[in-house]
């Protein structure tokens, strides 16, 4: 059974240009999560998405982030207009339900 | 915002030796997990326990809850090398079930 998967697992994008994040669950979970993970300091939630839904998106920054779930396919996390700041580390974690979560091995992203 | 924070910030410890990192949290929860975190590697799950569990047990590893204090330790007995990362806590809230990690410990290990 394979685990969390995402790609790529190293992205550089030049400011302005847009990022995608690929993460594919773990076979027969439908909870997604998506945390940002900056040098030095921990894992800060962004958004938990079930199939085709936004549950919580309380972390996301207001603009220029969005995520998605759809019924097929992986989930997606999307930045626009990426920044110097958005360089950082971006883990999914999936899991079946509410509980135990499985953790993607994060696409570093680097803005340049 | 950040909810678990783990203390000590870092451990170095011999072979052999036990190492025992704190997790404390400020709202209720449904759940308390640990993570450990190899070096550019993804995070491997450890434990989790319950809010309404005290104590849970896997191989060398032995978590307490304290949900009165709102604290929970992680316990490594007789490290190895080979344990050498960093751990986080992770605490799902209760009602909108957000997950919060902690900043993490880096523990060494030192053969």
């Known amino acids: 059974n394979a685990g969390v998967m995402q790609n790529p697992r190293h992205l550089v994008r030049r400011r302005g240009q847009e990022a995608r994040l690929r993460c594919s669950p773990m076979?027969?979970?439908?909870?997604v999560y998506w945390y940002r993970q900056l040098p030095e300091e921990g894992l800060k939630f962004m958004v938990y998405?079930?199939?085709?839904?936004?549950?919580?998106e309380s972390g996301m920054p207001k603009e220029r982030f969005s995520a998605e779930f759809p019924k097929e396919g992986p989930s997606i996390l999307r930045i626009q207009q990426v920044v110097r700041g958005d360089s950082a580390a971006y883990f999914c974690?999936?899991?079946?339900?509410?509980?135990?979560?499985?953790f993607g091995p994060g696409t570093r992203l680097t803005v340049t | 915002s950040q909810q678990g924070e783990e203390d000590p910030q870092a451990l170095s410890i011999q072979e052999g030796e036990n190492a025992t990192m704190n997790c404390s949290y400020k709202?209720?929860?449904?759940?308390l997990q640990w993570y450990r975190q190899n070096s550019g590697r993804g995070l491997v799950h450890l434990i989790l326990i319950r809010s309404n569990e005290r104590e849970k047990h896997s191989g060398r590893l032995r978590v307490t809850l304290d949900t009165s204090k709102k604290s929970s330790s992680l316990l490594i007995t007789a490290s190895r090398a080979a344990d050498t990362a960093s751990y986080f806590c992770?605490?799902?809230?209760?009602?909108?079930?957000?997950?919060?990690f902690g900043a993490g410990t880096r523990l060494t290990v030192k053969p």
């Open positions: 709202t209720s929860i449904n759940n």
């Open positions: 974690a999936s899991s079946s339900d509410s509980y135990e979560q499985y």
């Open positions: 992770a605490t799902e809230e209760q009602g909108n079930n957000d997950m919060r």
């Open positions: 998405l079930q199939k085709e839904n936004i549950i919580d």
């Open positions: 076979k027969g979970h439908s909870h």
